[in-house]
């Protein structure tokens, strides 16, 4: 289904100062009955990064405030960031993200409508699937939102390392799915502090995914990607990752198919 998320409104570019809009893609239905309603936002300061804490000015209702939106918003749009888990009889029901960001409020309500339905794990029109992602080379793997998830510690100052595998089918959510001649890697991988009380820095934020033998033996392709993360403050923190595959960020309009992880960091002084 071709569905290019939900319609944000439009704003002169600004450098600072201005709003972020959450941004619904759309819901999903989980095995056991419940629903996953996929949430990512737009962060209209073209070089300003905000932290926003959970409460007033950044708060999921009901339930919340806080259903695990990000409290860190990178510059820009980003796509499928979380998932927020609805109950089988959700129904009519609906949820409301508002963030206040520089004093402006933006509101945008998530729902169970037909035309909100997409299907993240596969695009039905070639059979594409979103990158395997793993946090450890023989450990499990999971793919699509939300994604695996992984938890380390590591002391103030002292560089942690991270470490990813993935595995791709290599199909093409294009039009036709005709491979444009000059195709990037298979996978691409982008970290990102999520939530946390200091500044995190990445060796490389988007480190080159190397290419070596799939744990999946029925991949086309297989890859690890490494880099070092530090922290200036001791504290808990959320760093996200994302994988995407040759359609891109967003799926290039299809919902499909980009992985998401996040790894838990207990920092120590």
Same mark, same amino acid.
């Given at each position: 289904?071709?569905?290019?998320?939900?319609?944000?409104?439009?704003?002169?570019?600004?450098?600072?100062?201005?709003?972020?809009?959450?941004?619904?893609?759309?819901?999903?239905?989980?095995?056991?009955?419940?629903?996953?309603?996929?949430?990512?936002?737009?962060?209209?300061?073209?070089?300003?990064?905000?932290?926003?804490?959970?409460?007033?000015?950044?708060?999921?209702?009901?339930?919340?405030?806080?259903?695990?939106?990000?409290?860190?918003?990178?510059?820009?749009?980003?796509?499928?960031?979380?998932?927020? *888990? !609805?109950? $089988?009889?959700? /129904?009519?029901?609906?949820?409301?993200? %508002?963030?206040?960001?520089? +004093?402006?409020?933006?509101?945008?309500?998530?729902?169970?409508?037909?035309?909100?339905?997409?299907?993240?794990?596969?695009?039905?029109?070639?059979?594409?699937?979103?990158?395997?992602?793993?946090?450890?080379?023989?450990?499990?793997?999971?793919?699509?939102?939300?994604?695996?998830?992984?938890?380390?510690?590591?002391?103030?100052?002292?560089?942690?390392?991270?470490?990813?595998?993935?595995?791709?089918?290599?199909?093409?959510?294009?039009?036709?799915?005709?491979?444009?001649?000059?195709?990037?890697?298979?996978?691409?991988?982008?970290?990102?502090?999520?939530?946390?009380?200091?500044?995190?820095?990445?060796?490389?934020?988007?480190?080159?995914?190397?290419?070596?033998?799939?744990?999946? *033996? !029925?991949? $086309?392709?297989? /890859?690890?990607?490494?880099?070092?993360? %530090?922290?200036?403050?001791? +504290?808990?923190?959320?760093?996200?990752?994302?994988?995407?595959?040759?359609?891109?960020?967003?799926?290039?309009?299809?919902?499909?198919?980009?992985?998401?992880?996040?790894?838990?960091?207990?920092v120590q002084p």
């Amino acid at each position: 289904m071709l569905l290019w998320g939900q319609a944000l409104p439009f704003e002169p570019k600004h450098d600072a100062g201005q709003s972020i809009t959450g941004a619904f893609e759309g819901w999903f239905r989980n095995p056991d009955g419940t629903y996953s309603l996929l949430f990512g936002y737009f962060n209209r300061n073209q070089k300003q990064q905000l932290d926003i804490p959970i409460g007033p000015n950044n708060r999921i209702e009901p339930g919340g405030p806080d259903r695990g939106q990000p409290t860190h918003f990178l510059v820009g749009r980003q796509w499928g960031m979380f998932t927020v *888990r !609805a109950p $089988a009889n959700f /129904g009519e029901g609906r949820l409301t993200w %508002t963030i206040v960001a520089h +004093g402006k409020t933006t509101v945008i309500p998530a729902r169970l409508h037909t035309d909100y339905e997409i299907s993240p794990f596969i695009e039905e029109a070639i059979g594409n699937t979103p990158p395997a992602l793993r946090f450890e080379e023989k450990g499990p793997s999971g793919q699509g939102p939300p994604g695996p998830g992984a938890e380390r510690r590591t002391r103030l100052g002292t560089p942690l390392p991270l470490a990813l595998w993935v595995s791709d089918d290599t199909k093409l959510t294009t039009g036709s799915g005709a491979r444009p001649k000059n195709l990037g890697a298979a996978v691409t991988v982008r970290w990102s502090k999520y939530r946390g009380p200091g500044e995190v820095t990445f060796d490389k934020e988007r480190p080159e995914v190397e290419k070596i033998e799939s744990p999946d *033996r !029925a991949a $086309a392709f297989g /890859g690890k990607a490494t880099t070092n993360v %530090t922290f200036g403050q001791p +504290g808990e923190y959320v760093l996200h990752v994302v994988a995407n595959d040759y359609s891109g960020d967003g799926g290039g309009g299809f919902q499909c198919c980009w992985t998401t992880g996040q790894v838990k960091v207990s920092v120590q002084p």
